[in-house]
């Protein structure tokens, strides 16, 4: 059976309230953050708890819990949030010298809030191996 998380805890799959995610709540202005990039279907916006000197979720407007939930139908909406995340690398400067972009799944993946997010991280040099 697919979980998905809610408040740390895992559920069964299709019980998760959208209106408990954090970032749909950000994504409907009930929450402030401090946007990076915005377009219809994409919103960047900077890490709360930065782990380098840019640190800054890509998520999709739509919900979707993770990358394993992504569906055929969601194919152009992923490429769209990449393409984003190499607008906001060049806006923020961190392009030329490289940058880390990631995404964690699941309970073992270190996963924390069920809605998908890309961490895109630099600023500085990264090391390997990263966990």
């Known amino acids: 059976m697919n979980v998905l998380w809610r408040r740390g805890k895992l559920q069964a799959e299709g019980v998760v309230n959208v209106s408990d995610c954090i970032f749909c709540k950000i994504v409907a202005g009930e929450l402030s953050s401090k946007k990076a990039y915005e377009t219809d279907e994409v919103l960047a916006f900077h890490d709360i708890r930065p782990q380098a000197p840019v640190h800054v ?22 490429g769209r949030l990449h393409l984003a995340a ?13 940058y ?11 996963q924390t809030v069920p809605h998908l997010h890309y961490h895109l991280i630099g600023g500085r040099q990264l090391q390997w191996p990263p966990g």
Do not use: F
């Open 86 to 98: 190499q607008k906001v690398a060049e806006d923020l400067g961190i392009a030329s010298d490289g």
């Open 57 to 78: 979720l890509l998520i999709p407007k739509k919900h979707i819990a993770s990358a394993h939930h992504i569906q055929p139908e969601d194919a152009a909406l992923v």
């Open 100 to 110: 880390r972009l990631v995404t964690n799944i699941g309970v073992h993946g270190q």
